[in-house]
């Protein structure tokens, strides 16, 4: 069984900066494929970004040039670096894994309200 945790959500104010992480259990973390989603009450949880064992990355249009998502194999941890925030991010950030074999495991979240 694979554990995820997320962390790092919280209130800030349009224009401001946030990082979450993610730590993850499983002594093949490095061969899982990481995704960040988020959800907002009332619509369908939406993609955010992912990134491949070995680093490739890829965004949502919503998100592509203000986020980035990173990651430290030695660590068992994924990063996402959230820049000029803005109100329209607000949702709980989820964070997602999928093992070399298919299985995939979901975090409970973490809240990330943009707000004055």
Not at 18 to 30: I, Q, W, Y
Request: charge should be positive; proline fraction near 3%; aromatic fraction near 10%.
């Amino acid at each position: 069984q694979v554990q995820v945790v997320e962390s790092g959500g919280g209130l800030v104010q349009p224009g401001g900066s946030l990082r979450l992480s993610c730590t993850v259990s499983g002594s093949d973390f490095s061969t899982y494929t990481m995704q960040w989603s988020r959800q907002t009450p009332g619509k369908q949880r939406e993609y955010v970004a992912v990134i491949s064992g070995i680093g490739f990355a890829d965004y949502a249009d919503s998100v592509k040039g203000r986020f980035t998502i990173s990651r430290d194999n030695l660590k068992n941890m994924v990063y996402l670096q959230m820049n000029n925030l803005k109100p329209e991010d607000t949702a709980v950030y989820l964070c997602y894994a999928t093992t070399s074999r298919g299985r995939g495991y979901w975090g409970q979240g973490t809240q990330v309200t943009v707000s004055s």
